[in-house]
C-alpha cells in the first residue's frame, strides 16, 4: 500500500479523536506561531494538517491567509466538513511533501506537528528540507514537532524517526537558524503519553 492509500485508510476508519496524536487544541503550536507571525496577514503552511483543529483556531485567531496540506484526500474532506462555512477560507492542498513543487517564497510560516518522523529515508528528508526552503520567505519561521528521544518507534503502523532538538535541527542545516527548542509530553485519547520534539528556526 502506498502512503496515500495507507492514511485514506486511516482517517477513514477512524474517527478524528480515535488516533494517537489528536489534540483538542495545538496550544504549543498556536503559542508559537502567534509569536512568530503576530500579524493576521501572514502566509501559514500547515504540512500534513489533515484533521488537525489548528486552521479552525487560526481562524478564530483572525488569520485570513492559511494553507493545509496533507498526503490525505479523506482527512481534508473531513477538516473541510468540520469548518462548515469556514473551509472556504483555507486553501487546501493534496499532496506528499517530500514530491511537490511549492511556490518559490510562498509563505511565512511553516508548521509541521508530526509529519517529518515519518521520513525515514534520508532522501525524503532531504526532499523535504529542500522544499521547505524554497518554500519559505527569508526571514520567515520553520516550526517542526517530531517524536522526541523517548516517543514512540511506530507510528500508525509505521516506523518513524525520533528527535532531540540537536538531531532534529542538524537535518535542516544553517540555512535554518535555531530560535528556541522544546519537548512536550503528549497525552494520547487513550490515556498513554508520547514525547514530542519541538524545532522553531528562521531562515536566515
Known amino acids: 500500500m ?9 482517517y477513514g476508519t477512524k474517527a478524528p479523536d480515535a488516533v494517537s496524536w489528536y489534540r483538542p487544541h495545538l496550544d504549543r503550536s498556536l503559542a508559537l506561531i502567534e509569536r512568530a507571525s503576530p500579524g493576521a496577514a501572514a502566509a501559514i503552511v ?13 481562524l478564530a485567531r483572525g488569520y485570513g491567509n492559511i494553507t493545509v496540506l496533507d498526503i490525505s484526500q479523506a482527512a481534508l474532506s473531513i477538516a473541510k466538513e468540520k469548518l462548515g462555512s469556514g473551509a472556504a477560507r483555507v486553501h487546501w492542498i493534496v499532496g506528499d511533501v517530500t514530491r511537490m513543487f511549492c511556490r518559490p517564497r ?13 521520513l525515514t529515508v534520508p532522501e525524503q528528508r532531504a526532499a523535504y528540507v529542500q522544499t521547505v526552503g524554497q518554500a519559505v520567505r527569508p526571514g520567515g519561521h520553520v516550526i517542526v514537532s517530531t517524536f522526541g528521544p523517548e516517543g514512540p518507534t511506530k507510528c500508525s503502523g509505521l516506523d518513524v524517526v525520533r528527535y532531540d532538538s540537536n538531531s532534529l535541527h542538524d537535518q535542516f542545516g544553517p540555512l535554518f537558524r ?11 485519547p487513550f490515556g498513554t503519553t508520547q514525547q514530542f520534539t519541538y524545532c522553531y528556526c528562521k531562515i536566515e
Open 2 to 10: 502506498n502512503a496515500r492509500a495507507h492514511w485514506d485508510e486511516i
Open 46 to 58: 500547515d504540512v500534513g494538517g489533515g484533521e488537525s483543529t489548528l486552521a479552525g483556531d487560526l
Open 106 to 118: 510562498s509563505y511565512d510560516l511553516w508548521h509541521d506537528r508530526a509529519v517529518f518522523h515519518f
Open 178 to 188: 535555531l530560535v528556541e527548542s522544546s519537548e512536550e509530553l503528549h497525552r494520547t
